[in-house]
C-alpha cells in the first residue's frame, strides 16, 4: 500500500518536473535567439545525466562542504542537483520537494546520496564526482 502511494508520488513529482522544465525552456526563449533556442530544445529532450548536472550547473555555484547551501552562491554536490530541479539554495519548504526530486533522480540512476555527500565533504571537486559517477555508474548514470 505505501509502496502504490510512493509510486504515484513519484509519477506526480515527475509530471511537476517535466512542467517546470517547460516553463523554465519558455523563459529562456524569450531571453536568447533562435538558434540557440534550437539546440538547447534538442538536448532538453533528452534527460541530463547526474553526471551532467553535477558538471554543467556546478559551474554556477561555490562548492561547499558539509551543507546543502550557504544561503548565497556556494552548494554542495546535493545543492547542486537541488537546485537543478528548482531550488533557490534559500526557501527551506521549497528544499523538501527539491530533494525528494533530487533523491528520485539519483535513485533511478542506481547512486547513493550518502555517495555523493561523502565525495564531496572529502575534497572532490564536483568535476571529479562527475567522472567518478561516469566511471561507475556509466550506463545506470545515463539512461534516466
Not at 516553463?23 to 533562435?34: F, K, R, S, Y
Not at 539546440?39 to 541530463?48: C, L, R, V
Not at 547513493?112 to 564531496?120: A, G, P, T, V, Y
Not at 567522472?131 to 548514470?141: E, H, P, T, V
Request: glycine share 6%; net charge positive; aromatic share 8%.
Amino acid at each position: 500500500m505505501a509502496h502504490q502511494q510512493l509510486l504515484k508520488q513519484e509519477s506526480s513529482v515527475s509530471q511537476i518536473l517535466s512542467s517546470h522544465k517547460k516553463q523554465l525552456m519558455q523563459n529562456i526563449e524569450q531571453h536568447t535567439h533562435l538558434p540557440l533556442t534550437r539546440t538547447i530544445n534538442k538536448q532538453s529532450n533528452q534527460e541530463s545525466s547526474i553526471s551532467q548536472i553535477i558538471r554543467t550547473y556546478g559551474k554556477q555555484f561555490k562548492q561547499i562542504r558539509k551543507q546543502y547551501t550557504d544561503g548565497f552562491e556556494g552548494r554542495c554536490v546535493m545543492g547542486v542537483i537541488m537546485s537543478y530541479y528548482g531550488w533557490d539554495g534559500k526557501c527551506i519548504t521549497n528544499a523538501e520537494r527539491r530533494l525528494y526530486a533530487a533523491l528520485v533522480a539519483l535513485r533511478q540512476a542506481g547512486i547513493s546520496k550518502e555517495l555523493l555527500i561523502e565525495l564531496n565533504d572529502s575534497g572532490a571537486t564536483f568535476d571529479e564526482i562527475a567522472d567518478y559517477l561516469d566511471r561507475n555508474f556509466g550506463s545506470a548514470n545515463t539512461d534516466r
